[in-house]
């Protein structure tokens, strides 16, 4: 049975398991290597996804920068899988691996990043404004902390409705500070909203680390405020972060309200990939080792191997499944042709919507 560790992070800060009150699961049985296999699954998605827009950006192919989410593939992962394929997901300008941890298919998402029509938002929305109603994510926008209410609107709605949905809300440390969050926090905690806030926190807001900005040294401290649980996990270990975000989820569900988990994350490339910063914030040197060191898609592979949950053998086949399915969603959106000009005037307004009404 895998089970999950309280330890130090490289930032001297540390880290409580979020699984005190919900052991992991026994990943020794056959649910447990379905569930260790989804998580691989989708970890090597967001990775290699993002490593084939590396690719692409090199090639002049894709039209933008991007913000990539590699080294933070357990947090992202962990938290959406804890989630159903109906409950409502918000992420921000880092937003590729949300949808693809949620199961949004690769080759739509690929289109959209390169502005093709069969992009999930056809072409318009690209790496920072995309959406994908089919798994419940809501959307991502490039304002710091500005999908922060849309989650919490969200949670409000199933509330109201009474769906038994659950929304999860992802933001950095940086947005943590804005005050959106708190105002949203209080509603949540004030009215018990089903809401899951998740806290990527990977030390840095562009080049501000958290020292610099965080009046406290865990953002899950500042659940106390708002009437809410708040716990930190080491967001390199997948397991533990999809404990803590399950157990989130599930209280969420029960009507018992809103949550603030935080995972402790790295984020391994530049902020925006090809940004080039005017003065350097962070060693190089210790920002390489990390591919050694808090690598998650690493740190579980060597862990199932170890655990005996899965063989080397069907952890590279599953590696090569990703991979080929990451070419075919290259090819795809290569082929897809642009929107047409006149494009621009569809999806402005909500299906049904008369905006007539709206200036009347
Ligand atoms: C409202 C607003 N303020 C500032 C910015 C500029 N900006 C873009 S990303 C970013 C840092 C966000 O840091 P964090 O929330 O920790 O997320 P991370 O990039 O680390 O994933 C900032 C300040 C912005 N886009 N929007």
């Known amino acids: 049975m895998l089970t999950t560790a309280t330890h130090l992070d490289d930032r001297g800060q540390a880290m409580t398991d979020g699984t005190a009150a919900d052991p992991p699961p026994e990943l020794d049985?056959?649910?447990?290597?379905?569930?260790?296999?989804?998580?691989?699954?989708?970890?090597?998605?967001?990775?290699?996804?993002?490593?084939?827009?590396?690719?692409?950006?090199?090639?002049?192919?894709?039209?933008?920068?991007?913000?990539?989410?590699?080294?933070?593939?357990?947090?992202?992962?962990?938290?959406?899988?804890?989630?159903?394929?109906?409950?409502?997901?918000?992420?921000?300008?880092?937003?590729?691996?949300?949808?693809?941890?949620?199961?949004?298919?690769?080759?739509?998402?690929?289109?959209?990043?390169?502005?093709?029509?069969?992009?999930?938002?056809?072409?318009?929305?690209?790496?920072?404004?995309?959406?994908?109603?089919?798994?419940?994510?809501?959307?991502?926008?490039?304002?710091?902390?500005?999908?922060?209410?849309?989650?919490?609107?969200?949670?409000?709605?199933?509330?109201?409705?009474g769906t038994g949905q659950v929304a999860l809300c992802f933001f950095g440390d940086g947005a943590a500070s804005e005050g959106v969050l708190h105002e949203s926090m209080n509603m949540a905690g004030l009215w018990d909203l089903p809401v899951v806030y998740f806290c990527e926190n990977n030390g840095f807001a562009v080049s501000v680390t958290t020292e610099e900005s965080l009046s406290v040294p865990d953002v899950a401290m500042r659940a106390a405020g708002y009437g809410m649980p708040g716990v930190t996990v080491d967001g390199q270990d997948v397991l533990a972060v999809y404990c803590a975000t399950r157990e989130a989820v599930e209280r969420a569900r029960r009507g018992e309200g809103p949550s603030l988990v935080e995972a402790k994350t790295y984020r391994f490339h530049e902020h925006a990939y090809g940004l080039v910063l005017p003065r350097p914030y962070r060693d190089q040197a210790v920002v390489d080792s990390w591919f050694d060191t808090v690598d998650p898609i690493t740190l579980f592979h060597d862990r199932l191997l170890a655990e005996r949950v899965l063989t080397a053998g069907e952890l590279q086949a599953l590696r090569d499944e990703v991979g080929a399915e990451v070419e075919a969603a290259v090819e795809f959106a290569r082929r897809s042709p642009y929107p047409p000009p006149e494009a621009a005037w569809t999806d402005v307004y909500a299906p049904g919507h008369d905006p007539q009404e709206v200036s009347a």
């Open 29 to 161: 049985g056959p649910d447990g290597a379905a569930l260790a296999r989804e998580l691989m699954r989708r970890m090597q998605r967001v990775r290699l996804f993002e490593e084939a827009t590396i690719a692409l950006f090199h090639a002049g192919e894709l039209p933008a920068m991007v913000h990539l989410s590699i080294g933070q593939e357990a947090a992202v992962v962990g938290a959406c899988l804890a989630t159903r394929t109906s409950d409502y997901m918000t992420g921000n300008h880092r937003s590729h691996g949300h949808p693809i941890a949620k199961g949004a298919r690769l080759d739509a998402l690929m289109a959209e990043l390169l502005g093709k029509a069969t992009g999930v938002c056809g072409g318009k929305g690209g790496s920072m404004h995309l959406a994908d109603f089919s798994v419940g994510s809501l959307g991502e926008s490039g304002i710091v902390g500005s999908a922060i209410p849309v989650a919490t609107g969200a949670g409000l709605a199933a509330q109201v409705r």
